[in-house]
Nanobody, 127 residues
């Protein structure tokens, strides 16, 4: 049984930082790309960033423009964990942050192209 669990969300003031974690069990974690998506009521689920599986000598990452330079995704395959370090947080970063995994390529920013999902962790940024 695949289990994906996020943690680390909370309430933070604008300009602050949070680190989210995503732990996956029941799969070959190193073979999966990992993405972060966020959901706000009334808006479409938004792809925040992703990190590829190991491509031999590197990991590929990508970020939506609104978080580029502020968020950093990383992974530790030995511990089966992915981190999302979020800095300089803005109220518009508020949302339910979900971790997603897939073992295939695709368009990373489209939620429908990911296979396994966590329950989400809430991030609220106050002004």
């Amino acid at each position: 049984q695949v289990q994906v669990v996020e943690s680390g969300g909370g309430l933070v003031q604008a300009g602050g930082s949070l680190r989210l974690s995503c732990i996956a069990r029941g799969l070959d974690f190193a073979s999966f790309a990992v993405g972060w998506f966020r959901q706000v009521p009334g808006k479409e689920r938004e792809g925040v960033c992703y990190i590829s599986w190991n491509l031999g000598s590197r990991y590929v990452t990508d970020y939506t423009d609104s978080v580029t330079g502020r968020f950093t995704i990383s992974r530790d395959d030995a511990e089966k964990i992915v981190y999302l370090q979020m800095a300089s947080l803005k109220p518009e970063d508020t949302g339910m942050y979900h971790c997603a995994l897939r073992a295939r390529g695709g368009i990373w920013s489209q939620a429908t192209e990911w296979d396994y999902w966590g329950q989400g962790t809430q991030v609220t940024v106050s002004s």
